[in-house]
């Protein structure tokens, strides 16, 4: 290899790796080059922009994926979800950075979205194909399984890569196995887990009305956010949004990450504190689980501007979420969290909660994003509170 390609190789290989580690903080072509050992003006001799570096990124990405997509099966058997668990967590132990960087880029770059979809199709998984908004029972069910399994891979794949990074190794077959047993049982209740009578009772806990005095530092976060990523998010941008000068922002917060984290404390404490009210007026672990879904989906409903936000976080390490997260308000009763739950990780009542909460999030935000009928909302909570509870088998 030439000393040319050899430092190209050293750029993509130094970019990949910066998104290993969760960070709010922006990837700069002049953290690049000072990790590669180079200037940043040498950057330009491989590339002619960071737009076009991160071309290439996404160009590997896909490449390296289509590798094994054939090993991700569309039948719901054990063996297929064993496979999918088991491929999914080996080519993520091979490639630490990937899954960093599908998390950041997945809101932002729909060529990466659209060139997973086409590297799934090719292998036969055409999630494309399915109309999210056809009225067949069995169509609807389907997509929201898919969504359910790679969410809950994402989830618990980044847990586990956080906690081996504070706490050391974890056994990694254990978690594989946990895993696979999650996916498939859930926490192996029978159906139905409750009855419908109990079902309407719990629906009146879970109105949610939210009323806050002054959304405007917020609201203008979550447009920026939507349009640009969090990396993305500047003072100027969030100043426009607003409509103030950039002075004015400063007289509020010290900095752009100052916002950033003053802005989503309060609403992570906000949400959490109407989570709680609303799951202690449920009686059983059962109840609470589903008090908690249904009442996190009609939150969102109340303020939609935030959902994207909320699937962020969810799947952000822990580095970023101590920042946001107050161990106090985090701490969800324990009641919630179900004996039968164990993925092989410590920490178990907050990687329920974070699981349930983020499965939530990602499911109203495809609706939101999509534009998918209520319909199909409503059968994304009833699907999702069955599959925690029974798996999907």
Known sequence: ????????????????????????????????????????????????????????????????????AHHFKSEVTESAIEETVCTFVDFSEEHPAYIGYFVKMRFTDQKLIKGLAEVLKKSGLDISSIPMNNSEPKNRKLNILQIYVASTLFYFYISYRCCCMCEGKTDIEYFKKRLTSILTHGMGRK?????????????????????????????????????????????????DAIGLAKSSLYSSFTSKFDMIKQLLTREIHLFLAEMVERVLMAETTDEMIYTF????????????????????????????????????????????IPEEFDIGLSRKSDCFVG???????????????????????????????????????
């Open 191 to 239: 159906m139905p887990v409750l009855s419908k009578e109990k079902q309407k009772e719990l629906d009146e806990y879970c109105s949610v009305e939210v009323d806050i005095q002054d959304e405007r530092f917020f609201s203008a976060l979550a447009s920026v956010f939507q349009e640009c990523g969090m990396e993305g998010v500047t003072v100027e941008k969030l100043a």
């Open 1 to 68: 290899m030439s000393k040319d390609c050899n430092t190209k190789e050293k750029i993509i290989q130094t970019a990949f790796s910066l998104f290993e580690k969760p960070r709010l903080k922006e990837i700069s072509l002049s953290e690049i080059a000072a990790n590669v050992g180079i200037s940043k003006t040498a950057i330009f001799r491989h590339f002619k922009n960071k737009e076009e570096l991160f071309d290439t990124l996404r160009e590997r990405f896909l490449e390296d994926f289509s590798k094994i």
């Open 355 to 393: 699981w349930i909460s983020a499965l939530t999030a990602i499911l109203i935000m495809t609706a939101k994003k999509n534009g998918y009928s209520e319909q199909w909302q409503q059968t994304c909570l009833e699907k999702t509170f069955e599959y925690i509870e029974c798996g999907v088998i």
């Open 293 to 336: 879904i249904h009442s996190e989906a009609n939150y969102f409903s109340t303020r939609p501007n935030v959902v994207m936000l909320h699937g962020w976080l969810a799947h952000q390490g822990e580095a970023v979420k101590k920042e946001i997260y107050d161990e106090v308000m985090f701490g969800l009763p324990k009641l919630l």
